[in-house]
């Protein structure tokens, strides 16, 4: 069986780990790396890595090496003060506790990440950024098209009525107090 139900109601892909250390997925039916299995685990798939001879559930094991991997390629997430802490609860009275502990840390982590997300694109996403992100990128696509040779000019900006082509004072106000509510917006996600 390729796939089996999760509790979410997605679809849980069942990885078999053989003795020479290869692993097979059997939704591909292809042998596949931990590598990849770093890629599915950033795309949010769900899979489980089973012993092929013992059907034995290692999924733990095989997430572990892959953060032991990532860690050696010098991407270190783990600071080795955090490292210590960790080893030193392994026989602790709060052993039983600490998993619970950090999955809601982490829960936390991503929401407060997603939120935060949210806020910028909320925050460029009308008004007068928008514009401004609009016309620049307008420039930016003249000017590569200008180096590529296509030639093609660079549309003006277009010139609000009754002004000199410069932004007023209460204009410049106005972008200033956006930028200030911003500013707070992000201390408050951050906290």
């Known amino acids: ?4 139900k999760d509790s979410e109601g997605g679809q849980t892909v069942i990885i ?3 003795a020479n250390r290869r692993l097979y997925d059997t939704e591909t039916s292809s042998y596949i790396t931990l590598d990849l299995l770093s890629q599915m685990t950033r795309e949010g798939r769900d899979f489980v890595v089973v012993d092929a001879k013992t059907g034995e559930d290692i999924t733990h094991n095989v997430l572990t090496q892959i953060i032991m991997e990532e860690e050696q390629r010098g991407e270190n997430m783990l600071p080795v003060s955090f490292l210590r802490q960790l080893i030193s609860l392994y026989g602790n009275s709060m052993q039983s ?3 619970q502990y950090l999955e809601a840390s ?3 982590f991503r929401k407060n990440q997603l939120q935060f997300q949210q806020a910028m694109e909320g925050a460029f996403a009308g008004g007068p950024f ?3 992100a609009k016309r620049n990128m307008e420039m930016f696509n003249a000017a590569a098209n200008a180096f590529k040779g296509t030639g093609v000019p660079v549309p003006p900006a277009p010139a609000e009525e009754g002004k000199a082509g410069g932004q007023t004072a209460e204009e410049v106000a106005e972008l200033k107090a956006q930028l200030a509510a911003l500013t707070s917006k992000i201390d408050k996600l951050t906290k």
Do not use: H, N, Q, R
């Open 1 to 4: 069986m390729a796939k089996s």
């Open 16 to 18: 078999k780990k053989y």
């Open 97 to 99: 506790l600490v998993p």
């Open 106 to 108: 982490m829960d936390a």
């Open 130 to 132: 928008a514009e401004l």
